[in-house]
């Protein structure tokens, strides 16, 4: 019996890790296209404004507004994948056998407060993404974008990040109490 428990918590936790990596994929893709769209867009507009003398109008705000899907929309996956920028000497010198404990204790130390910062950030983002949908926040200029998606869409990044930097605390507490 105790052997089927142990089987049923590892496997929800495989699939919980497996649903969350493809949710995270998701995101990849939708900044992928993000980049994608505000290439096309930008040499449309460089060559309408050289080329046919008609610039695409709202080409420069697209395009900054679109950078926040880019960047929000990959940061989990950037953390999943370990290709952000991060000071490894320390922990790499404590990989050794007889010294993995206090890496792992390091490591949770070292997710535990930036997963404090980036909730507050996320908890922060939906209030001002509410108060952006209520007072009917736009840019200005040609174009009217409403500024209240493009803050969900920063809580939604800040929430996936807090989700990955979850796991990877989980994961060294696990590693810890071996």
């Not at 990959?74 to 953390?79: C, D, K, L, S």
């Not at 390091?106 to 908890?123: D, K, R, S, W």
Request: net charge positive; aromatic share 12%; glycine share 6%.
């Amino acid at each position: 019996m105790e052997n089927k428990k142990g089987f049923k918590r590892k496997a929800s936790s495989i699939i919980a890790k497996l649903t969350f990596s493809q949710i995270e994929i998701v995101f990849l893709y939708i900044a992928g296209t993000g980049i994608l769209f505000s290439m096309c867009l930008t040499t449309s507009d460089v060559f309408g404004r050289y080329a046919l003398r008609k610039p695409i109008i709202g080409t420069v705000e697209i395009t900054e507004l679109l950078l926040v899907i880019i960047i929000y929309f990959a940061v989990a996956n950037t953390e999943m994948s370990g290709t952000h920028i991060s000071m490894s000497a320390i922990p790499e010198m404590l990989k050794r056998k007889e010294k993995m404990k206090l890496y792992h204790a390091i490591e949770i130390f070292n997710f535990v407060f930036p997963l404090f910062i980036f909730i507050l950030a996320c908890g922060l983002f939906i209030l001002s993404s509410y108060n952006a949908y209520v007072s009917n926040e736009a840019s200005f200029g040609p174009l009217y974008i409403r500024y209240w998606p493009l803050k969900l869409i920063i809580a939604i990044g800040f929430g996936s990040l807090c989700i990955r930097l979850t796991l990877k605390i989980i994961g060294h507490i696990k590693e810890l109490t071996k």
